[in-house]
Nanobody, 121 residues
Framework: VQLQASGGGLVQAGGSLRLSCAAP????????MGWFRQAPGKEREFVAH????????SYADFVKGRFTISRDNAKITVYLQMNSLKPEDTAVYYC???????????????WGQGTQVTVSS
């Protein structure tokens, strides 16, 4: 089972992109979902996640005020709206799903294939 991430691309600094992550089945409407990223030569890091109902959201400090995560349970899709992009946001972005909200970062169960985001200066 793999999540399908899309929406990456090349954008200039200050620009915007919206990533999408489609889950393959209705069971994922009961999962917390979110995003990690991995830049070249660096470890994968947490970006944001959202509870199954959408009532709880968490962001990494470095994206607060710039990125917005949301989900549409009817479409079983989670989105990451990225504004005011910086060159340091360049990375492969991975969507992920886990049953728990509070254990999301440590107990991720499903991953997407990754989508490349490149921000030029």
């Amino acid at each position: 089972v793999q999540l399908q991430a899309s929406g990456g691309g090349l954008v200039q600094a200050g620009g915007s992109l919206r990533l999408s992550c489609a889950a393959p089945g209705p069971i994922f409407s009961s999962y917390s979902m979110g995003w990690f990223r991995q830049a070249p030569g660096k470890e994968r890091e947490f970006v944001a996640h959202i509870s199954r109902s959408g009532s709880m959201i968490s962001y990494a400090d470095f994206v607060k005020g710039r990125f917005t995560i949301s989900r549409d349970n009817a479409k079983i899709t989670v989105y990451l709206q990225m504004n005011s992009l910086k060159p340091e946001d360049t990375a492969v972005y991975y969507c992920a799903a886990a049953k728990g909200y509070w254990t999301f970062k440590l107990a991720t169960e499903y991953w997407g294939q990754g989508t490349q985001v490149t921000v030029s200066s």
